[in-house]
């Protein structure tokens, strides 16, 4: 019990002289022991290090969790799981669960016709998407997220943690110089001869008594003083060492952010091909939207042109089909189209073209102008304007 008294009145001690020295440091009142630039350059390049990349994690756990909601509810899950040492079970992704809903709502409507069969192959697509996406989430968290980390949470800590040390030690260093400034000051108000004439001899043994004991207090200061900027050099060295490591930091976050990179290309690489996919599945499968506006148009036009079109059913030619006076309209193209045969158009996808009907074409085509160019097209591939 004695020593935890004593220990705990050696510690209050210790605190406050540190805290009398860092106020009379912040009043101007006491001197202080500066760092070396090479050093404090290096503290600054370690703070501005810790404050983006704490940024950077953050922003980038939004980005592969942009509800905060669910941000906040996975980060606990992850967090109850770590500390029962099992792993995380995989969370559907949101394009998973719409192509889930996709898929059986074409159940209910009918998978054959135009909407459920259009629903079902959409739906998979989202699946595929979700399934890439969740495979994006797991590789960044391992390449990118996870390093930042523990930058943040280790390399960071032991950091701040050496450099309140050294702080520490810088105070008791400046205290130290404090006290033996002023015991060296008071040994020389000591050591000043008296005058005999005015001293009487009884004072002149006491001063020189306080001569001796205040020598003794410069002794002491100066011991504390070495032992104080042993402590403070070893920790500065220590602490220099660890600030520069973040250079090795910046190497091994460079090296993840390409990883990052990678992975963030390949999984745009694979949505892309997806879409292309079902763009393709799409211009497939039957468009009733575009055969019921065809059927209208070509209902519209047919009747004024069964009179005045000299061109027969059995010996359609495209070069000689003229575009009637009314009922041509506008279209834009869906999916690029290469043509068959001369007698086709060729499209690109989102270009703008000019359609109408002719007696005797088949309802899912066409025929197409594109400036000085002519040919079928198929009504698919098409989206009809007003």
């Known amino acids: 019990m004695d020593f935890n008294v004593k220990k705990l009145a050696s510690g209050a001690g210790l605190f406050f002289t540190r805290a009398v020295q860092f106020t009379e440091e912040k009043l101007g009142q006491a001197e202080k022991t500066e760092l070396d630039a090479q050093f404090e350059n290096l503290m600054s390049r370690a703070d501005c290090t810790k404050h983006w990349t704490e940024r950077i994690y953050r922003q980038t756990e939004v980005l592969l969790q942009p509800n905060p909601i669910d941000h906040t509810g996975a980060r606990i899950e992850e967090f109850l799981y770590e500390k029962l040492d099992r792993k995380a079970p995989s969370r559907i992704t949101n394009a998973e669960l719409l192509g889930q809903y996709m898929q059986e709502a074409a159940k209910e409507f009918g998978p054959v016709t135009p909407y459920g069969s259009t629903l079902i192959e959409v739906g998979e697509c989202e699946r595929r998407l979700g399934a890439a996406e969740r495979e994006f989430l797991q590789t960044s968290a391992i390449s990118f997220l996870t390093p930042l980390r523990n930058f943040l949470e280790g390399d960071w800590k032991t950091i701040s943690k050496e450099r309140r040390l050294l702080e520490n030690l810088r105070l008791d260093l400046d205290a130290c110089k404090a006290r033996l400034k002023k015991a060296k000051v008071a040994e020389a108000k000591a050591a000043m001869a008296p005058d005999f004439q005015e001293t009487r001899p009884r004072n002149y043994v006491l001063s020189a008594s306080a001569s001796a004991l ?96 000299p061109v027969e059913t059995d010996t359609l030619k495209i070069e000689e089909v003229q575009a009637p006076a009314t009922g041509t309209r506008k279209a834009k193209v869906l999916y690029d189209y290469d043509a068959a045969d001369s007698s086709e158009l060729s499209l690109l996808a989102d270009e703008l073209i000019t359609v109408y009907t002719v007696p005797g074409m088949d309802s899912d085509w066409l025929v197409g102008e594109r400036g000085n160019l002519k040919g079928k097209v198929p009504v698919t591939y098409l989206e009809l304007l007003s």
């Open 214 to 309: 205040w020598s003794e207090e410069v002794e002491k200061a100066e011991h504390e003083l070495r032992v104080a900027q042993t402590d403070f050099d070893r920790q500065a060295e220590v602490t220099r060492l660890l600030l520069e490591g973040i250079s090795s930091t910046h190497v091994n976050h460079l090296r993840c952010l390409h990883e990052f990179v990678e992975a963030q290309a390949a999984y745009y690489k694979r949505c892309h091909l997806h879409m292309q996919e079902l763009q393709k599945e799409l211009g497939r499968l039957p468009n009733a939207f575009a055969l019921n506006s065809t059927h209208s148009m070509a209902t519209a036009v047919s009747a004024s042109e069964a009179i005045n079109s």
